[in-house]
């Protein structure tokens, strides 16, 4: 029983054993980290991928969409120019040119049937208030029968539209 409770002897400072288990610790830390490290880059990569790809389609429909306002506004200003060079050639100012030259779509200077119906549906959308019975018809139009709307012909019946309108106001 002396030896075992001799205070004199030098106490022991780990040996093997705890050396061991510092360095599979230390092996198994490392490993953890490298093991975890790879599974949280591999997450964060799918991730980007996902929200990458969906900024990708947001980017293309804003930038379609853009396109699509741009063709709509170059058609607006093209109708404004050839609205303005018709008063500078003689159409009195009480009528509106622009709606002509909305109306053809395919800059060919005459309306055609398909471009008057498509014209005539948007405009009805966008006044809501208004109804088919307020817009004259095709027919109205087309005084040679020919199956487009000349520019002359377009004039001449907003004129008669504008007269009829002054009579009813005339009229009360």
Do not use: C
Request: glycine share 8%; hydrophobic share 35%.
């Amino acid at each position: 029983m002396g030896d075992y409770f001799d205070k004199s002897a030098a106490p022991q400072q780990g040996g093997p054993g705890l050396v061991k288990l510092a360095a599979g610790s230390a092996a198994g830390w490392f490993l953890g980290g490298k093991i975890h490290a790879k599974r949280t880059v591999t997450k964060l990569k799918k991730k980007h991928a996902q929200e990458r790809a969906a900024f990708v389609q947001l980017y293309r429909e804003q930038v379609g969409a853009l396109q699509e306002f741009n063709k709509e506004s170059a058609r607006i200003i093209q109708a404004m120019e050839s609205s303005i060079i018709a008063r500078q050639n003689g159409v009195p100012a009480e009528i509106d040119t622009v709606p002509f030259f909305m109306a053809d779509t395919d800059g060919s200077k005459k309306i055609s049937k398909h471009e008057f119906d498509k014209y005539v549906r948007e405009y009805l959308m966008n006044y809501p208030g208004l109804k088919p019975e307020d817009i004259p018809r095709w027919e109205n139009f087309d005084h040679d029968h020919s199956g487009q709307i000349t520019f002359d012909e377009y004039n001449q019946q907003m004129a008669k539209e504008i007269r009829k309108a002054q009579y009813r106001a005339a009229k009360g």
